[in-house]
């Protein structure tokens, strides 16, 4: 069974920390990865997405890190804000029908001033 | 110039109606598909669809229905509404599987039935 998991579930850090969200999934054979960000009552927002070839990809403060043989990817977030605090997301895509996004249950992230 | 565009923002209807959700995208994308978010905010698959294929995650009763009227619109009809309906649903789209640009979101649709 194909399945994500995101460790830990709720993380607090004072501001000015970097931080670490990990992402597991079972199965290797991946298409890609993607990281997202949900604020409160607020949609997805694509933060880094890692194809399978890829070992990293970064986006500003924002480093995303992928191992598929051990299946886990890293989010590294540098210097964090309070605007970083939010519910952070790792999305596999397993291919198949249609391609099919599997979501891990997210990491909620708050950034204390 | 917003992607993947969804309406209402917010349903609140009573058990028993039957209501939709629009979705529409402007990227261009082949495959749309529409995700559940639950309580506690966990998201998952409901279906999937592009102009050949429409594919459906076997836990979804048959209330629930996808209409197409063309490939950058997916709307969601609900039939008989429960309420074990009430959620977050999103639309979402990709090209070629998501293979290259990864998944576009909208901003979801936070359903109550009472």
């Not at chain 1, 960000?37 to 480093?63: A, C, V």
């Not at chain 1, 995303?64 to 605090?85: F, M, N, W």
């Not at chain 2, 836990?59 to 197409?68: E, I, L, M």
């Not at chain 2, 090209?95 to 901003?107: A, C, D, I, P, V």
Request: net charge positive; with cysteine.
């Amino acid at each position: 069974k194909q399945e994500v998991t995101q460790i830990p579930a709720a993380l607090s850090v004072p501001e000015g920390e970097n931080l670490v969200l990990n992402c597991s999934f079972t199965d290797s054979a991946i298409y890609n990865l993607q990281w997202f960000r949900q604020d409160p009552g607020k949609g997805l927002t694509s933060l880094l997405l890692i194809q399978s070839s890829q070992r990293e990809q970064t986006s500003g403060r924002l480093n995303a890190s992928l191992d598929k043989s051990s299946g886990r990817s890293t989010l590294y977030i540098a210097a964090s804000q309070p605007g970083d605090s939010a519910t952070y997301l790792c999305a596999v895509n397993y291919g198949g029908s249609q391609g099919n996004l599997i979501f891990g249950k997210g990491t909620k992230l708050s950034v204390k001033p | 110039d917003t992607a993947v565009s969804q309406t209402p923002k917010y349903l609140v209807t009573q058990m028993g109606n039957d209501k939709s959700i629009k979705c529409e995208q402007n990227l261009g994308h082949d495959t749309m598909y529409w995700y559940k978010q639950d309580s506690k905010k966990f998201l998952k698959i409901m279906f999937s669809y592009n102009n050949k294929e429409l594919i459906i995650n076997e836990t979804v009763p048959n209330r629930f229905s996808p209409k197409s009227p063309d490939k950058a619109h997916l709307n969601l009809h609900i039939n008989s509404l429960e309420l074990g309906d009430s959620a977050v649903y999103f639309c979402a789209s990709s090209q070629n599987f998501g293979r290259g640009y990864g998944y576009t979101f909208g901003s979801g649709t936070r359903l109550t039935v009472v």
